[in-house]
Nanobody, 125 residues
Framework: EVQLVESGGGLVQAGGSLRLSCAASGFTFDDYAIGWFRQAPGKEREGISCISSRDGTTYYPDSVKGRFHISRDNAKNTVLLQMNSLKPDDTAVYYC??????????????????WGQGTQVTVSS
């Protein structure tokens, strides 16, 4: 069974840091890009980072660029999201998902599958 499990969320003050983890199982991890997404109350889900399968190319939107850093450990089937300089606007449920094997990080959100259950990140002002 393909499974992705997020962990590491919590409550942090503005300016603080958190590190999220996405643990994968049930598929050949090296072959897939992994993306991180978030959804705040009343807002649409948005993509915030992606890391490609083999060469580890990373992608970030302007909203988190320079503050968030994604990495992967193919030996441990894990993707990490280091989040620094957190802002109250970063408050959301954070999800990881598996990219389409062909499109990878170039795919649309709808091309990602095997979504995890999410982990709550709350940033207080």
């Amino acid at each position: 069974e393909v499974q992705l499990v997020e962990s590491g969320g919590g409550l942090v003050q503005a300016g603080g840091s958190l590190r999220l983890s996405c643990a994968a199982s049930g598929f050949t991890f090296d072959d897939y890009a992994i993306g991180w997404f978030r959804q705040a109350p009343g807002k649409e889900r948005e993509g915030i980072s992606c890391i490609s399968s083999r060469d580890g190319t990373t992608y970030y939107p302007d909203s988190v660029k320079g503050r968030f850093h994604i990495s992967r450990d193919n030996a441990k089937n894990t993707v990490l999201l280091q989040m620094n300089s957190l802002k109250p606007d970063d408050t959301a449920v954070y999800y990881c998902a598996r990219g389409d094997p062909t499109l990878g990080c170039s795919g649309l959100m709808s091309d990602f599958d095997s979504w995890g259950q999410g982990t709550q990140v709350t940033v207080s002002s």
